[in-house]
Nanobody, 128 residues
Framework: VQLQASGGGLVQSGGSLRLSCAASGFSLDDYAIGWFRQAPGKEREGVSCISGDNTTEYHTDSVSGRFTLSRDNAKNTVYLQMNSLKPEDTAVYYC??????????????????????WGLGTLVTVSS
């Protein structure tokens, strides 16, 4: 059972990146997928989440309107599209999965200990 986050890199301010969270060993169906990030010297924060039933997206205020989520069930992958990136978006990004289809499962972005699975991080660096 594994989650793998990928797609990070170096991008200029205003640019875009798409992060992928791919699962192996289990199906992402009926799992809420959350994205977290941790910048140097800062606490990990929940950034975005898509509900297991694919009906609800949640984004923290700092990324709302710039980040979007999507699922590809055939590829067992969730994508985080990040547009209009800012230097303050620089961080290691992690994806995590929490079991449950209802939208309220996305509350685990505020309580990371509730996640069932975590992926390794991918570094996003936004230059000014």
């Amino acid at each position: 059972v594994q989650l793998q986050a990928s797609g990070g890199g170096l991008v200029q301010s205003g640019g875009s990146l798409r992060l992928s969270c791919a699962a192996s060993g289990f199906s992402l169906d009926d799992y809420a997928i959350g994205w977290f990030r941790q910048a140097p010297g800062k606490e990990r924060e929940g950034v975005s989440c898509i509900s297991g039933d694919n009906t609800t997206e949640y984004h923290t205020d700092s990324v709302s309107g710039r980040f979007t989520l999507s699922r590809d069930n055939a590829k067992n992958t969730v994508y985080l599209q990040m547009n209009s990136l800012k230097p303050e978006d620089t961080a290691v990004y992690y994806c995590a999965a929490a079991s449950g289809s209802s939208w309220h499962v996305c509350s685990f972005t505020g309580a990371p200990a509730l996640a069932d699975y975590w992926g390794l991080g991918t570094l996003v660096t936004v230059s000014s």
